[in-house]
């Protein structure tokens, strides 16, 4: 009755698109948060038989999620809390970010009590003023890891910071930040294997800054990393489509209103159409009154309030029964609304229209690896 339909084959064609636009880098496919709402364990398993290089996850729960599916590629996460379960994460070669002397003390524990080699990534804040060392204690950080690294305790395999995306110059200026970072390990005595920076968007923005690896999220599920410009500009095609069937038509008179708080009331008579996705399922309630939904190739307003379970559109005197496909968003290439559509109706943004996509859709794999 709702489903979120999973092209798997076009996360592929994104990855292939992605490794022509770094060629020489290491792609890392970011699946955290369930794989932007797309399914982490089936988005997983068909980028490890495409062989990507990595996986990269924001906690030690999703990366030891992924082991747990018997998932074996390299993985990377990064954001982690002092409970967070360090000892399993390397029992079950989960590579992990080190942002500060108290996560390195944990991850030396942890390798000392399982006799394993942590293999980590220093995270440096460069200026997105998040997750990192900072620059100040950044020679500190790099000398007890060496200091580690002696021991064979550790083993340095990776540097990376993250762009705040707010402009050019301030870009390239974390760019200059993390080269010097870069350079500040190299004499106190670490070299880096992998140096990672760019995202979806500064890998299409900075071919220059691409340096070892790029860490892809949202360009693989085929959503343009940059707000009024289309996925389609890049060659990237929407992996999910949100679809639903009309459970119930009615033909009602003039003025009778709609929903909740009767944003809408009915200038003529029509017919109402009632589809089963509301805001339990992620369909953001503010969007009510602009997001457009797609039925037989035809556009209609959800003029009416969203709500929990369900909304309604009026489709005026147009053949629409129960049982018609609505489409949500899909790809906008096949003529539906697209999640940048939904996300500008939501003041949001595409990332967390796909995100949030949840509550009682299930979700069908296309391409789904057997
Ligand atoms: C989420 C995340 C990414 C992926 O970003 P996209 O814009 O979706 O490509 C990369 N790096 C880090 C550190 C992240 O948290």
Not at 102 to 112: I, N, P
Not at 145 to 169: N, R
Not at 347 to 364: A, K, L, Q
Request: hydrophobic share 40%; aromatic share 8%; charged share 25%.
């Amino acid at each position: 009755m709702r489903e979120l339909v999973i092209d798997l084959d076009a996360i592929v064609e994104n990855l292939n698109t992605y490794k022509k636009l770094a060629p020489g880098a290491k792609v890392m496919a970011v699946v955290k948060a369930n794989a932007y709402g797309h399914g982490m364990y089936e988005v997983a398993l068909k980028l490890e038989r495409a062989k990507v290089d990595y996986f990269g996850v924001a906690d030690v729960d999703e990366a030891l999620h992924l082991r747990e599916g018997g998932l074996e590629t390299p993985v990377l996460a990064w954001l982690h809390d002092p409970n967070d379960r360090f000892t399993e994460a390397l029992e079950a070669n989960v590579e992990l970010s080190i942002a500060n002397l108290e996560q390195l003390e944990r991850v030396a524990d942890a390798a000392r009590l399982t006799g394993k080699v942590a293999r980590v990534h220093l995270k440096i804040d460069t200026g997105l003023g998040r997750n990192g060392s900072t620059i100040e204690d950044w020679p500190a950080l790099v000398s007890a890891v060496v200091a580690l690294c002696d021991e064979q305790l550790l083993e340095c395999v990776g540097v990376f910071s993250h762009l705040s995306t707010t402009s050019e110059p301030d870009d390239r200026h974390q760019m200059a930040l993390f080269d010097e970072a870069t350079e500040t390990a190299k004499r106190l005595g670490l070299d880096f294997e992998l140096r990672h920076l760019t995202a979806s968007d500064g890998t299409i923005s900075y071919p220059d800054a691409n340096f070892d690896m790029v860490r892809i999220g949202v360009g693989l599920y085929g959503l343009s990393p940059f707000v009024g410009h289309t996925a389609a500009e890049y060659g990237l095609r929407p992996a999910m489509t949100a679809r639903a069937l009309v459970t119930q038509t009615k033909r009602v008179k003039a003025g009778t209103g709609i929903s909740y708080g009767y944003m809408a009331r009915t200038t003529k008579e029509t017919t109402l159409a009632l589809v089963p996705i509301g805001y339990a399922e992620g369909l953001p309630r503010n969007a009510s009154g602009k997001a457009e939904v797609s039925i037989k190739g035809k556009r209609y307003t959800i003029e009416s309030r969203i709500a929990m379970d369900q909304f309604v559109i009026d489709v005026g005197d147009d053949d629409v029964v129960a049982g018609d496909e609505v489409v949500i968003f899909g790809d906008p290439a096949t003529g539906v609304p697209s999640a940048d559509d939904l996300a500008v109706a939501a003041d949001t943004i595409n990332y967390e229209i796909v995100t949030r996509m949840g509550g009682r859709f299930y979700s069908t794999y296309l391409g789904a690896v057997d």
